[in-house]
């Protein structure tokens, strides 16, 4: 495609605010059971993959929000055996958890088989992970599944899958967050996004009152550039303090963003956000 072609992709928050991405072609487009899905190429993000209409991730800073949105709680966690991700079916926090050698089973839960396949195919970094042979890949729904699994887990990360899920609620006998809480193991640590501070302060709280259910979390923040407001926030809760961890290890040298010396300056909000979050 000559790049005298002006393709844009527009990806808005609530209809009020947004992104514009300028695109080189579509390598790829499909209607799943669940929603449509894109993959293109872009000039500033590399490859991103669109999921309704939003940007699911991108090329240029799916590491970081994968390292960002795993590592605070598995650094946090003394013997994190076993993982659960809701959602994650683009592979990247699978990868992360993986790097950890303490870990020896992932299950990742993911309604749409098509994300799976798209990430598979377009984003291999990340999409290979659900081939590891510790990764048990569930295609179903989140809430259904919980709902029939009584297995324990040591993280769990809601990836790309809301804690507060009215719709998924409606045919459901208890609360999705309340599912998820239970399954936790004795000493489990929760990962939540929140969402935007900036843009959506209330929904970031109300998720917020919902993870409090599994102990007193500790917030912290990501930039994410292709996330609405560029700014998101993670919650973190369990028995555990996730600012105390332990020095770096070998396996930390392969990481492009996270650290263990990051950890402490992650958790350190400013007052701005302290006062949108009620916290």
């Not at 695109?23 to 991103?48: K, N, W």
């Not at 929000?65 to 709680?73: F, K, M, R």
């Not at 079916?89 to 993986?98: F, K, N, P, S, Y």
């Amino acid at each position: 495609m000559s790049d005298s072609v002006d393709l844009w992709l527009e990806d808005l928050h609530r209809g009020k605010i947004g992104l514009t991405v300028r695109l080189r072609e579509c390598l790829a487009a499909s209607t799943s059971p669940f929603q449509r899905l894109a993959v293109y190429d872009t000039h500033a993000l590399g490859r991103i993959m669109v999921v309704g209409g939003e940007i699911s991730f991108s090329e240029s800073d799916e590491a970081t929000y994968s390292e960002l949105l795993v590592h605070p709680g598995l650094a946090a966690h003394p013997d994190p055996k076993r993982i659960l991700i809701l959602g994650g079916g683009d592979g990247g926090a699978a990868r992360e958890c993986l790097r950890d050698p303490r870990v020896q089973r992932v299950v990742v839960v993911e309604i749409d088989r098509e994300v799976v396949e798209l990430s598979s195919r377009f984003f291999p970094t990340a999409g290979n992970a659900l081939r590891d042979p510790r990764v048990s890949l569930v295609i179903d729904d989140a809430h259904r599944w919980l709902k029939a699994s009584e297995e324990r887990f040591d993280l769990i990360i809601t990836d790309a899958c809301s804690l507060l899920n009215p719709a998924s609620d409606a045919f459901q006998e208890d609360p999705f967050h309340q599912a998820v809480f239970g399954r936790l193991a004795p000493g489990g640590i929760m990962v939540s996004p929140l969402g935007s501070p900036l843009l959506d302060p209330h929904g970031c709280r109300e998720v917020l009152d919902a993870v409090r259910q599994v102990g007193d979390p500790r917030v912290y923040l990501m930039a994410v550039p292709t996330r609405p407001g560029g700014l998101w926030a993670i919650a973190c809760a369990g028995a555990a303090d996730p600012v105390a961890v332990p020095a770096t290890k070998p396996w930390h040298d392969g990481l492009r963003c996270w650290h263990p010396s990051l950890q402490p300056a992650l958790f350190t909000l400013p007052r701005h956000i302290v006062k949108a979050l009620g916290i």
